[in-house]
C-alpha cells in the first residue's frame, strides 16, 4: 500500500527554520510531480510550491525567496525548507503526490492519481 509519510513540523519562533520531508512507501516505479500545501484555520488549502520529476519548480508569490522545494529521486521523498518564518506560515502542511505509478499484484505498473500524506502542523509564534 503506498503511502505518503510527512515529518519536521513544529513550533518555531518568527525568523526561524523548519525543514519539511515527505517519503513516499511502498511498492513503486515512479512518481510524477510532488507539492506542498498549507491550510489555516477557516481558510482553503493553498499550493505552496511543487517540483516536477525533472527538477523544475513553482512557489506562492508569499513563500518565494523564503522556502526551497526539493526532491531525491532515489529516495522517493521531498523536502521544504523554510526559512524566514512567518505568523501567517502557521499551518497544517500536506504533501502531494500529482501521480504515482504504483507496482500491481502481477509486477506491472499502474498509474494512480492524487495522493496526499496526512498533513504536519506548522506553528510560527510571534
Known amino acids: 500500500q503506498v503511502q505518503l509519510v510527512e515529518s519536521g513540523g513544529g513550533l518555531v519562533q518568527a525568523g526561524g527554520s523548519l525543514r519539511l520531508s515527505c517519503a513516499v512507501s511502498g511498492a513503486i516505479f515512479s512518481i510524477n510531480a510532488m507539492g506542498w500545501y498549507r491550510q489555516a484555520p477557516g481558510k482553503q488549502r493553498e499550493l505552496v510550491a511543487n517540483?516536477?520529476?525533472?527538477?523544475?519548480?513553482n512557489y506562492a508569490d508569499s513563500v518565494k525567496g523564503r522556502f526551497t522545494i526539493s526532491r531525491d529521486n532515489a529516495k522517493n521523498t521531498v523536502y521544504l525548507q523554510m526559512n524566514s518564518l512567518k505568523p501567517e506560515d502557521t499551518a497544517v502542511y500536506y504533501c502531494n503526490a500529482d501521480r504515482i505509478e504504483v507496482v500491481t499484484a502481477l509486477g506491472g505498473g499502474r498509474f494512480e492519481y492524487d495522493y496526499w500524506g496526512q498533513g504536519t502542523q506548522v506553528t510560527v509564534s510571534s
Open positions: 517540483i516536477t520529476h525533472g527538477g523544475s519548480t
